[in-house]
């Protein structure tokens, strides 16, 4: 009985250790992680993701989810409360900001790096430069062939970004622009691709096509080439990228005339992981990410 005894109380010892190791265990595999999620343009998701990356190298407690689908759809995911953080390549809208005052949401604007939009055209195109003029005329439908810019008698094939896009939105603002105050728009013919990479592909197979987005797609390129824009036809053309680098000093002085800030959102100034993530990518070591990825870091605070 006696021995009984003992090896019940044997076994049950056994057990409490057996669970003790195996509570200990589980709290050490199930590393607690802070998820943070990031949606929207599709200019900054490969350079939200590298962000995302070095930072979850140095902080392995925080995994960072990130998603494209255009600007707007970061902007309406925000105001949903259902992203941390909104990436946009444009400002926010005056229909957005009282959206979000109605949903109770409070959105705060991180600057953190600029974009130069390039035009591009297939690499046999004679065409090497334009005014904003002429590229308004064409992607506005005004102009159709390539031989009224100095090209080939060559009818123009447009190709653009899909509406949620905040380059089809910068572009339609800054370069379409106004005529006798009312908005020019994109020409009906011109066909809508997902994502600035399909475009760029649709460039490079169309010796008769035109497009624009973000040059840190195009500067290394050699299948699209980028054209020299002009502010008017007495301008010198400026490239935004020389010798597949992009040109920062032209974008930050202006000279460039087609490039604007990128920006974050998030709901009220960030607080916690948020604003760690924040810090990081406005710290040095974020901008030295945005120059490995061909954007344009913000400009050295004077």
Not at 40 to 58: F, I, R
Not at 216 to 244: C, H, M, Q
Request: proline share 3%; aromatic share 8%; net charge neutral.
């Amino acid at each position: 009985m006696r021995t009984v005894k003992s090896l019940s109380a044997y076994l049950l010892i056994l057990a409490v250790v057996s669970l003790m190791f195996s509570a200990c265990k589980k709290k050490t595999d199930d590393v607690e992680q802070t998820v943070l999620t990031v949606k929207g343009s599709d200019t900054m998701v490969n350079l939200s993701q590298k962000w995302a990356e070095t930072y979850m190298k140095l902080h392995p407690e925080v995994a960072i989810q990130v998603t494209g689908g255009g600007s707007g759809t970061g902007v309406a995911a925000l105001l949903n409360k259902t992203t941390d953080l909104a990436n946009s390549s444009r400002e926010l809208k005056a229909v957005e900001l009282e959206d979000a005052k109605s949903k109770g949401v409070t959105p705060f604007v991180y600057k953190v790096a600029l974009d130069g939009i390039a035009v591009i055209v297939h690499p046999e195109s004679k065409v090497d430069s334009l005014t904003i003029e002429q590229v308004r005329d064409i992607f506005s439908g005004k102009i159709t062939n390539w031989k009224d810019v100095g090209g080939a008698n060559l009818p123009i094939t447009l190709y653009g970004r899909e509406n949620s896009s905040g380059t089809y939105e910068f572009f339609k603002e800054h370069v379409l622009g106004k005529v006798d105050g009312k908005q020019v728009d994109y020409s009906p013919s011109t066909q809508v691709l997902q994502g600035t990479a399909a475009l760029g592909e649709a460039v490079a197979r169309d010796n008769k096509g035109i497009g624009y987005g973000g040059v840190g797609y195009f500067a290394e390129r050699t299948d699209v080439k980028i054209l020299y824009i002009k502010k008017d036809k007495d301008s010198p053309g400026i490239l935004p990228s020389e010798n597949k680098k992009v040109n920062y000093e032209a974008i930050w002085s202006g000279d460039y005339s087609i490039s604007r800030y990128l920006y974050c959102f998030t709901n009220g100034e960030a607080t916690g992981k948020v604003k760690d993530f924040m810090d990081f990518i406005i710290s040095p070591e974020g901008q030295k990410v945005v120059e490995t990825m061909e954007y344009i870091p913000l400009p050295a605070k004077k």
